[in-house]
């Protein structure tokens, strides 16, 4: 698997490894800053959502008690025997209605007149009388004005059923409208039916406390949220409050926050904002909390800044690295592969560049134009070989004219010995002469078998002629096998072993076989004689193997085998080795190569 990696890494040149190694390191700088960045973020905004959750909760518990005051007062006012004497019946004298009603207002007025501010809340009174027997009073409610308002069938608010049939539990609503009769001003009202106590049965009334926006808002303006809003809602979404001026509105919240969530606080945190929302499912509210999550790390991105500062920084410092060394490194070894791939052996080797520096790319720039040079010398050396070669071989032309002078004499008196009937002499000098002009064999070194045949039979001729020798000559040569390439002069001298070594005292007992045949891709000769005296085979597999043979034990057999090595491989060659029925018989090993 590490081969399978490396392998297209070697593939690439210098060039590309410096920017890959550029990007290996910054690669880990950029991953490292990108997640440190994701996890500060993470952890921060859920420290800071933890903290804006508590935050909430003591929020909630403000608002919750400002309501509560304002349910506390209104249950004073609802136990007020004036308030609990209203009847609607008619038989009170006009006169004593006009007392209630004044003192009424006066009551409602006291109550409203103790927040009298910028922000004051104002309570008043809602009855329904359908015979009009609060003629006088008025019915066109205000939002910055506290009264009792009577009215009629016709002129019923649409709140006022639902109110009653809250019997007496008190709510927050977002009205935009008190009566057919008011203003179109919208506002944010505690509403509380007003129920007979005395009685135990039926209703007086509604008590309604208007601006209530302005209470809960100063429990809301009181928290600091980072370019965030707070939101008073309904359980269904619609703003009862908040920081903004989206009153009456209905906010869209994330689908984690859905109506009808478990009593308590919840957080969702989203890509661009943190939602902190706490139920109350008793009053029918929520307190929201919307924090935009930008704002909330402008800090940490300041931070952030100045690590990317740092990356870049970085960045440009192993740019710099690596352009330096692109420049002290890469462009000497382009000038080098320039004058490398220009080069041609023989050309005029410029000057060495020069460097400020001993480093090794100086070192291998003035080895590279030093070899170059070598080069060139040894080229004109080898030049100047040739020449003397061409001139060697000219002088051995020169002196093989002496030996085919003495190959022509050699016919010439071996033609006048048969003239003159000396038979045996003549026969004596035509083999010779055979021997003369096989041994020329106009300066080949290889020659076709049938060719060294012929020599090696015209060598034993003349050694029977010469010395009356009577041993047997046996040939069993394959007709395929006469025309592969031999080196020139290979049997002669192990034949010449085979006659000394072997059958030369046993006059016409001595068997010399010599035999070639094919076998698997390869010519066999082999040599083989009956001889009788003891020979050392391992002596002669040491002189055929040894590098630094003993010159005591002669050269003969090993430049044979080295010729033919030299000539086909070390795959071929000669071994000696006893026959089954006695005598010695060695063998020659060539490969097939017809001319």
């Known amino acids: 698997m590490l081969a399978g990696l490396i392998k297209p890494l070697v593939k690439l040149n210098v060039k590309q490894q410096l920017i890959l190694l550029f990007l290996i390191m910054i690669s880990p700088i950029l991953i490292l800053n990108s997640y440190g ?7 921060l905004k859920r420290h800071v959502t933890n903290a804006y959750v508590e935050l909430n909760k003591q929020n909630f ?5 400002d309501i509560e005051t304002v349910n506390k007062i209104t249950s004073t006012v609802i136990q007020n025997p004036i308030l609990q004497q209203i009847n609607m019946t008619g038989n009170d004298p006009v006169l004593e209605r006009v007392k209630r009603y004044e003192t009424m ?7 409203s007149q103790e927040v009298e501010r910028k922000d004051g809340i104002y ?12 003629f006088f009073a008025p019915n066109f409610p205000q939002l910055k004005k506290s009264g009792v308002y009577f009215f009629t069938k016709g002129e019923e608010p649409y709140w006022f059923k639902h109110a009653v049939e809250q019997k007496g539990r008190g709510y927050l609503m977002f009205v935009e409208k008190l009566s057919p009769q008011a203003e179109n001003l919208k506002t944010l009202t505690y509403v509380r039916a007003v129920n007979n106590i005395y009685k135990g049965t039926g209703t007086i009334g509604v008590l309604v406390v208007t601006k209530m926006e302005s ?19 309904d359980s269904n979404n619609r703003v009862l409050a908040s920081t903004s001026d989206v009153t009456g509105e209905v906010i869209t919240l994330p689908e984690d926050i859905k109506t009808g969530d478990p009593e308590g606080t919840l957080d969702v945190i989203t890509s661009d904002f943190i939602y902190v929302v706490n139920n109350n499912h008793a009053l029918g509210q929520k307190l929201i909390y919307k924090i935009p999550v930008k704002a909330l790390l402008q800090q940490q991105n300041e931070m952030k800044r100045v690590i990317q500062y740092i990356t870049v920084a970085y960045a440009l410092f192993g740019l710099i690295i690596i352009t330096y060394f692109w420049r002290s490194l890469m462009t000497p070894l382009q000038k080098l592969a320039f004058f490398v791939r220009k080069y041609e052996p023989g050309n005029r080797v410029p000057e060495t560049p020069r460097r400020g520096s001993n480093d090794e790319v100086s070192v291998l720039i003035g080895s590279t134009y030093d070899m170059a040079r070598r080069l060139n010398g040894l080229i004109t050396y080898k030049y100047q070989m040739e020449l003397k070669q061409k001139e060697s ?5 020169y002196q093989q004219i002496n030996p085919h002078l003495l190959y022509n004499t050699l016919e010439s008196i071996y033609w006048k010995s048969s003239l003159e009937g000396n038979v045996e002499s003549a026969e004596m000098i035509k083999e010779l002469s055979k021997l003369m002009k096989i041994s020329l064999s106009r300066g ?38 006469k025309l592969h390439l031999i080196p020139k002069i290979t049997l002669q001298p192990l034949i010449e072993n085979a006659i000394i070594h072997g059958v030369k005292n046993m006059a016409e007992d001595g068997v010399i076989i010599i035999s070639a045949s094919r076998r698997d891709g390869s010519i066999i000769i082999t040599i083989e004689d009956n001889g009788y005296k003891p020979v050392d085979y391992e002596s002669i597999g040491k002189l055929l193997s040894d590098e630094e043979p003993n010159p005591l034990s002669g050269y003969g057999i090993r430049n044979i085998n080295q010729r033919i090595q030299l000539h086909f491989g070390p795959d071929y060659g000669i071994s000696y080795d006893q026959r089954d029925t006695g005598g010695t018989i060695v063998t020659v090993k060539l490969p097939t190569s017809e001319i």
Not at 123 to 134: A, F, G, K, N, V
Not at 455 to 472: N, P, T
């Open 393 to 397: 071989q000219l002088q051995l032309l």
């Open 215 to 233: 209470k809960i808002g100063e429990s809301l303006k009181n928290i600091s949220l980072p370019d965030g809003e707070i939101y008073l809602t």
């Open 123 to 134: 309570y008043s009174l809602y009855i329904y009388d359908p015979q009009e027997y609060y």
């Open 105 to 111: 207002e006066k009551l409602l007025a006291s109550y």
């Open 61 to 65: 518990t403000i608002i919750n008690r």
């Open 444 to 481: 080949r070194e290889l020659i076709t078998l049938e060719e060294e045949l012929e020599h090696a039979s015209a060598y034993i001729k003349l050694q029977q002629l010469r010395y009356d020798y009577v041993f047997e000559v046996v040939w069993n040569i394959e007709a395929d096998t």
């Open 37 to 43: 960045n994701m996890k500060a973020e993470q952890i």
